[in-house]
């Protein structure tokens, strides 16, 4: 059976480009242009889909909104797609847990790829499978130390806070917001910048370990998320 998508996208030229590449790319896609008809989409079908594209400006409301709603029932991934300039939708989106998003204009071809790699995680944490960097990366919670390859990381609390929280979802875009909530709770000294800060210093060490990787991807204005990709193509030509 083909992986079946739900786009929810009123702009009818976007919605043909976008419908006939995910369709020759061998997806199934449901098309809607209202959140109204989204919900009855997802109450009819939710468990044929692999994943749903949202716009967020829509006629009858927000994807935002769409988004949160189809977070709360459950995993199903999300990819948002939001105007340019429009940021702090982009924020909003990653914190009501979207798992990635492109920003208009942008190419299908760049859309299908990124499905692509969102489903492949979804199914290996289906599976229960660790993804590779995982395996590359390894977490010792109880000793509060992490491993790349062969090396034990010398870390800081906080550098090992923000790397295991990263660990956790590898692929998915983290804000600034829902990392040190993640990392190490909000405490009232934590600005913004912390973040930026630890990130700096544990790329740097990762960086001693692993010249040729650069695990930690920056998403301007949006935060930073672990790159699983470049670590796949490490294992397969080693
Ligand atoms: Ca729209």
Redesign the pocket.
């Known amino acids: 059976m083909l992986p079946a998508l739900l786009l929810v996208?009123?702009?009818p030229a976007i919605a043909r480009t976008v419908v006939y590449a995910l369709r020759r790319e061998g997806f199934d896609v449901d098309h809607v242009l209202l959140v109204r008809d989204a919900l009855h989409q997802l109450a009819e079908r939710r468990p044929v889909y692999s994943a749903a594209i949202l716009?967020?400006?829509?006629p009858d409301g927000s994807g935002l909104d769409l988004c949160r709603q189809i977070r709360r029932d459950g995993a199903l991934p999300i990819v948002i797609l939001s105007a340019r300039g429009e940021e702090m939708d982009r924020v909003l989106g990653l914190e009501l847990g979207a798992d990635d998003y492109l920003v208009k204009p942008f190419s299908p071809r760049e859309l299908c790829a990124r499905i692509r790699s969102l489903l492949r995680r979804s199914e290996m944490r289906a599976q229960g499978q660790a993804p590779v960097t995982q395996a590359l990366l390894e977490c010792d919670r109880e000793g509060s130390r992490i491993r790349l390859g062969a090396v034990w990381l010398k870390l800081t609390r906080r550098e090992f806070g923000l790397l295991e929280a990263l660990m956790r979802s590898p692929g998915k875009v983290w804000s600034r917001d829902a990392l040190l909530g993640v990392a190490w709770g909000h405490d009232a000294d934590s600005v913004d910048r912390t973040i930026d800060t630890h990130v700096k210093t544990l790329r740097a060490k990762l960086r001693e370990v692993r010249l040729d990787l650069d695990l930690v991807v920056t998403h301007r204005g949006l935060g930073y998320s672990l790159d699983l990709d470049q670590a796949v193509g490490d294992r397969a030509g080693a």
Do not use: R, T, V
């Not at 716009?55 to 829509?58: A, K, T």
């Open positions: 996208e009123d702009d716009d967020i400006g829509l």
